[in-house]
């Protein structure tokens, strides 16, 4: 078991005694060992035989019991171990193989002293060791205070990973041996305990995160290493309707890191997980279904991407990575389509994140033809600033654009009045701006005149008869979203 320690392998029944030559010629040289009977006895200088005490014979010291014969084989003072041959062991590793009035079955340990280590921790070679009040060595599980060590059925605290078997509904007591595992499942759970044997754990009924490697882990109170979603803060972040902000992703049983700065598709979601009673799915054609696939970004910090509530423009209500913008819900899953987003303060925009089965990268600039829920027409979202990615609203490259959809007169109308952001627009069956300043026909009769940027009804006689207000205006297109958000 223990390498590079004298062992005593122990069996209790007749007394064993000094026998050899060896043994007496050496006690004899020493002075004041007498042999009576064949028993070895010490002898003081009153001439009365020692008994109870300890007496040496060169490098070794032996106890003479209460008749002053040499004990063998026993503990003395419940400190000191002798061997058969009545030497003091030291430096020692001592097995008792069965129970005995004096001491359980087990293994104990005795110093350079000869002193029995008991209740406390002992190196040992290179390995830490602990041993109970009675000097046992421990094994197995051991609680000490807050700190939770593993010392296996060899006694010495282990470090390093460890899959262990483990019942959370039935937790191990101080003692119990564990198997070792390769892989975690509902049995087995994975620890890590540090160099000096103590395993990584949280000191309350939180998460602690630590740091290992270069990966960022968590573990609860027990020391299990978590896996999957779990929500390790307290509270939801400003703006987080949900809660999701409160979550991480710790991957597979096996895996236990902390996901950041990457994508991720999953096919289980907070709400299914332990921790699901921390966050709300009182939405529930926005919260993911269990089983369903969905897309995840995970931040530097390992929160996953969300629509904040308090988002004022796309730029805030999107998240940038890699250069490109994405779209995600309250509960962090991104989306793709035509969506609409009104905020807090009324403010309303428009953006296209690609098909359905696409990787739902924002797009911007002039798309010609955009397929909406079976329904094809030209869009135009904007290429910069704060509102990039917005579906254009008013005049872009003299052409008419309404949450991004391109305005056009009916057909066969030649031209027709459209209002977009209270401002009047006369606009022909390609969605070309009028802006020239003269007479326009409709369906071959006067109907409108430009004029110094205002639009008027005209008579046959081309007189101006009034001028257009927005009651005058034709429906704007029906935009039809894929998704709308009301933050």
Same mark, same amino acid.
């Given at each position: 078991?223990?390498?590079?320690?004298?062992?005593?392998?122990?069996?209790?029944?007749?007394?064993?005694?000094?026998?050899?030559?060896?043994?007496?010629?050496?006690?004899?040289?020493?002075?004041?060992?007498?042999?009576?009977?064949?028993?070895?006895?010490?002898?003081?200088?009153?001439?009365?035989?020692?008994?109870?005490?300890?007496?040496?014979?060169? =490098?070794?010291? +032996? $106890?003479? %019991?209460?008749? *002053? #014969?040499? /004990?063998? @084989?026993? &503990? !003395? =003072?419940?400190? +000191? $171990?002798? %061997?058969?041959? *009545? #030497?003091? /062991?030291? @430096?020692? &590793? !001592?097995?008792?193989?069965?129970?005995?009035?004096?001491?359980?079955?087990?293994?104990?340990?005795?110093?350079?002293?000869?002193?029995?280590?008991?209740?406390?921790?002992?190196?040992?070679?290179?390995?830490?060791?602990?041993?109970?009040?009675?000097?046992?060595?421990?094994?197995?599980?051991?609680?000490?205070?807050?700190?939770?060590?593993?010392?296996?059925?060899?006694?010495?605290?282990?470090?390093?990973?460890?899959?262990?078997?483990?019942?959370?509904?039935?937790?191990?007591?101080?003692?119990?041996?564990?198997?070792?595992?390769?892989?975690?499942?509902?049995?087995?759970?994975?620890?890590?305990?540090?160099?000096?044997?103590?395993?990584?754990?949280?000191?309350?009924?939180?998460?602690?995160?630590?740091?290992?490697?270069?990966?960022?882990?968590?573990?609860?109170?027990?020391?299990?290493?978590?896996?999957?979603?779990?929500?390790?803060?307290?509270?939801?972040?400003?703006?987080?309707?949900?809660?999701?902000?409160?979550?991480?992703?710790?991957?597979?049983?096996?895996?236990?890191?902390?996901?950041?700065?990457?994508?991720?598709?999953?096919?289980?979601?907070?709400?299914?997980?332990?921790?699901?009673?921390?966050?709300?799915?009182?939405?529930?054609?926005?919260?993911?279904?269990?089983?369903?696939?969905?897309?995840?970004?995970?931040?530097?910090?390992?929160?996953?991407?969300?629509?904040?509530?308090?988002?004022?423009?796309?730029?805030?209500?999107?998240?940038?990575?890699?250069?490109?913008?994405?779209?995600?819900?309250?509960?962090?899953?991104?989306?793709?389509?035509?969506?609409?987003?009104?905020?807090?303060?009324?403010?309303?925009?428009?953006?296209?994140?690609?098909?359905?089965?696409?990787?739902?990268?924002?797009?911007?600039?002039?798309?010609?033809?955009?397929?909406?829920?079976?329904?094809?027409?030209?869009?135009?979202?904007?290429?910069?600033?704060?509102?990039?990615?917005?579906?254009?609203?008013?005049?872009?490259?003299?052409?008419?654009?309404?949450?991004?959809?391109?305005?056009?007169?009916?057909?066969?109308?030649?031209?027709?009045?459209?209002?977009?952001?209270?401002?009047?627009?006369?606009?022909?069956?390609?969605?070309?701006?009028?802006?020239?300043?003269?007479?326009?026909?409709?369906?071959?009769?006067?109907?409108?005149?430009?004029?110094?940027?205002?639009?008027?009804?005209?008579?046959?006689?081309?007189?101006?008869?009034?001028?257009?207000?927005?009651?005058?205006?034709?429906?704007?297109?029906?935009?039809?979203?894929?998704?709308?958000?009301?933050?």
């Amino acid at each position: 078991m223990i390498k590079n320690y004298k062992k005593l392998f122990l069996s209790f029944g007749a007394a064993a005694v000094l026998s050899s030559a060896a043994a007496f010629s050496s006690l004899a040289a020493s002075g004041g060992w007498v042999s009576e009977n064949g028993v070895w006895k010490y002898q003081e200088a009153s001439g009365n035989y020692a008994y109870n005490t300890w007496k040496t014979s060169g =490098d070794n010291s +032996y $106890y003479l %019991d209460n008749n *002053g #014969v040499i /004990a063998v @084989n026993q &503990w !003395i =003072d419940d400190t +000191y $171990y002798v %061997d058969d041959d *009545g #030497v003091m /062991a030291k @430096n020692s &590793w !001592i097995q008792l193989s069965e129970d005995t009035s004096q001491k359980k079955a087990g293994w104990y340990y005795v110093d350079a002293k000869g002193k029995l280590i008991k209740d406390k921790w002992s190196t040992i070679g290179d390995k830490k060791y602990a041993f109970d009040s009675d000097g046992k060595m421990r094994t197995g599980w051991f609680f000490d205070n807050d700190d939770i060590y593993y010392l296996g059925d060899n006694g010495y605290a282990k470090t390093g990973w460890l899959c262990l078997d483990y019942d959370e509904d039935n937790k191990p007591d101080d003692g119990t041996i564990s198997e070792i595992r390769t892989s975690a499942s509902d049995t087995a759970k994975w620890f890590y305990f540090q160099t000096n044997g103590k395993a990584k754990r949280s000191k309350n009924d939180s998460y602690s995160a630590e740091t290992i490697g270069d990966n960022k882990y968590y573990f609860n109170e027990d020391g299990v290493m978590m896996t999957g979603w779990v929500a390790v803060k307290s509270s939801a972040e400003a703006g987080d309707p949900t809660g999701i902000s409160k979550f991480v992703y710790l991957g597979g049983d096996d895996e236990g890191i902390m996901a950041k700065n990457k994508w991720l598709e999953l096919y289980n979601h907070p709400g299914d997980s332990d921790d699901k009673d921390e966050i709300t799915t009182d939405n529930s054609d926005e919260a993911p279904d269990e089983g369903e696939s969905n897309w995840y970004y995970f931040e530097s910090d390992g929160t996953p991407a969300y629509l904040n509530s308090k988002a004022t423009n796309m730029s805030k209500a999107t998240t940038k990575v890699d250069g490109n913008s994405y779209f995600f819900n309250s509960y962090g899953v991104r989306q793709t389509g035509l969506i609409h987003v009104v905020t807090s303060s009324g403010k309303e925009f428009t953006g296209y994140f690609g098909e359905n089965d696409s990787d739902g990268k924002m797009l911007t600039g002039k798309k010609s033809n955009l397929s909406v829920d079976g329904e094809t027409a030209a869009y135009y979202f904007s290429e910069s600033g704060s509102d990039k990615g917005c579906g254009y609203n008013g005049s872009k490259d003299d052409y008419l654009y309404y949450q991004g959809r391109l305005v056009k007169a009916d057909s066969g109308s030649d031209y027709q009045v459209f209002c977009v952001d209270n401002k009047m627009y006369l606009v022909n069956e390609s969605g070309k701006i009028q802006t020239s300043s003269k007479n326009y026909k409709v369906n071959g009769s006067w109907t409108f005149k430009v004029s110094g940027g205002s639009i008027y009804f005209i008579d046959d006689d081309k007189k101006s008869t009034g001028k257009v207000t927005s009651s005058d205006a034709e429906s704007l297109p029906e935009v039809i979203y894929d998704k709308e958000y009301t933050l």
